[in-house]
């Protein structure tokens, strides 16, 4: 059996770990069944967000005649469009596998990693005469990430289903298209596929799309998305069933009680299951290790993720905390530290932002309005237009705004963005609640560049702050279309 000084089971965020082990001249492997890069590569983030680029493009010019301009989408090159992104980043995961192999101290399996013993892994090998080879970690990692759920729903294991795993990389748009699940892949892609001119409808169980967001938020992506899609909120999936390669959804109003209420009939030619992610963990054998799962099978860890069996740690959308890339790659950076340095370094989410590539864009950190209200918490909220800021004017951003969350002393507590560059606008808000203080002052005080978008969060901060010498913008007295 091969020794290695850390073993990291998964080649998406974790295979970090065993470079960085590497370049301290430690002898580490990577045990990986599929493409590099993990789901964000292939499967996530980047395919996804290449797809909504498209969608943003056809939006518009969907709009163009607000602005003056008479324009409008010719024709799509649906396969073209899928076939360049799935060819880009799988060559990316191909080049991700080529420098691990380039690399003198990693190995690299490729194949499924079980446990066999305590930090010994055997691994089902694709690769010709390597099957059943078996490796030994001083240190393991568990970096297996997610996959799709599919829900226990009547008469699911007899029709066609996509999942965000096959629904990026279709040869055709589908005519008509129903998605099960309300939250940010089904936002997401309900969008993409809506912009594109998919008949689509949305079938979501809270009474808002997005729910988890904060509620002025989640209204706006409710509201939004009816844009580009039939949105039907309250409803569960009860049942499919499929006839003549059409498949029928019976969705039921999701009643607090449980019981029954009023239902509705959706047939298309697709159906997409957007309805959450479980871990990858089933093929693990992890009872052959001290390593306890919850209820659901994420990997339980402490505060440093290592897990309850010594010398093994976790990381990523394993641990079902914070299930975006940014947070996994946080938390390798962590791992890196605590196992390699010793460093005990502890998992701190206070500041871990999100976002959603719907339309319009959401990005959030820290509590909404209605976490602090539930905590009990005193605060101060200050919801400012993008119409505030001349260039959220010129954008013809009429629903998007800014809310900024603070306690009475001024530390930010929150701040939660839906409109256009939400995802980047974000950041200085991510920066000052990073910083020592994380107040206030440290978003509005600092000079922003005129008229960049930024100033919308600037004008909230800034009234928010209660300046007394305010030079901030406001021009929601102006309307120039
Ligand atoms: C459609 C979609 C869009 C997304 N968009 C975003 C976004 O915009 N922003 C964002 O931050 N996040 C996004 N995410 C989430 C993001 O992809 C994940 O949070 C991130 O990939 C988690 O990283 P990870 O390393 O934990 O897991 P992964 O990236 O899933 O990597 C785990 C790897 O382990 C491998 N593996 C599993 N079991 C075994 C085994 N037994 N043996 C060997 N290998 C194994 C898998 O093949 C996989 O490659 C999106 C996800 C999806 C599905």
């Avoid at 101290?105 to 930090?119: H, I, K, P, Q």
């Avoid at 970690?137 to 289903?161: H, K, R, W, Y």
């Avoid at 479980?278 to 009872?287: F, K, Q």
């Avoid at 919850?294 to 990997?299: F, H, N």
Wanted: aromatic share 6%; charged share 25%; hydrophobic share 40%.
């Amino acid at each position: 059996m091969d020794e290695y000084d850390i073993v990291v089971i998964g080649g998406g965020s974790g295979s970090q770990v065993a470079t960085a082990a590497a370049r301290q001249g430690l002898e580490a492997a990577v045990i990986e069944r599929g493409p590099l890069g993990g789901a964000c590569v292939t499967r996530g983030c980047v395919p996804s967000k290449a797809l909504i680029h498209r969608a943003d493009i056809v939006d518009e010019l969907r709009r163009a005649d607000e602005f003056g301009i008479d324009a409008e989408t010719q024709a799509i090159d649906y396969a073209g469009i899928t076939s360049s992104i799935h060819d880009t980043v799988y060559e990316k995961a191909d080049r991700q596998a080529s420098s691990l192999r380039d690399n003198d101290n990693v190995v690299l399996y490729r194949g499924e990693g079980a446990f066999v013993d305590e930090r010994a892994l055997e691994i089902d090998s694709t690769e010709a005469g390597a099957d059943g080879e078996r490796i030994r970690g001083e240190s393991v990692v568990i970096a297996v990430g997610s996959q799709p759920l599919v829900p226990p729903i009547d008469g699911i294991e007899d029709v066609a289903f996509l999942t965000s795993d096959d629904a990026l990389y279709l040869d055709e748009r589908p005519d008509e298209l129903v998605i099960v699940g309300g939250g940010y892949i089904g936002t997401e892609l309900g969008y993409f596929f809506g912009a594109l001119g998919a008949d689509v409808s949305i079938v979501g169980r809270s009474d808002r799309l997005v729910p988890r967001e904060d509620d002025d938020v989640s209204a706006v992506v409710t509201e939004s998305l009816e844009t580009y899609c039939t949105v039907h909120t309250g409803y569960e999936a009860a049942s499919v069933d499929e006839a003549d390669d059409r498949v029928t959804v019976t969705a039921t109003v999701a009643d607090d009680d449980g019981s029954a209420g009023d239902s509705i009939e959706l047939t298309a030619d697709e159906l997409l299951l957007a309805t959450g992610r479980r871990p990858s963990t089933d093929a693990l054998d992890l009872e052959t290790t001290g390593v306890e799962v919850d209820e659901k099978g994420y990997v339980e860890t402490d505060e440093t993720l290592e897990t309850t069996a010594d010398g093994i740690w976790a990381l990523g959308d394993v641990l079902g905390v914070q299930p975006y890339k940014h947070a996994a790659d946080y938390e390798t950076k962590l791992v890196a530290a605590n196992v390699l340095d010793d460093a005990g370094e502890t998992v701190d989410y206070e500041a871990m932002p999100h976002a959603i590539f719907t339309s319009p864009q959401v990005a959030s950190v820290g509590q909404t309005e209605g976490e602090l209200e539930d905590d009990g918490r005193e605060y101060e909220a200050v919801k400012t237009p993008y119409e505030a800021a001349p260039l959220g004017l010129v954008f013809g951003a009429d629903d998007g705004f800014v809310k900024a969350i603070a306690s009475p002393d001024g530390e930010i507590l929150g701040c939660h963005i839906v409109g256009p560059q939400a995802s980047t606008l974000l950041h200085e808000v991510v920066v000052a609640m990073d910083s020592a203080e994380g107040a206030v002052d440290d978003v509005a005080e600092p000079v922003h560049v005129h008229p960049a978008l930024n100033e919308v969060l600037y004008s909230a901060f800034d009234e928010l702050a209660d300046a007394k010498y305010s030079t901030a913008p406001d021009w929601r007295d102006v309307t120039t279309r």
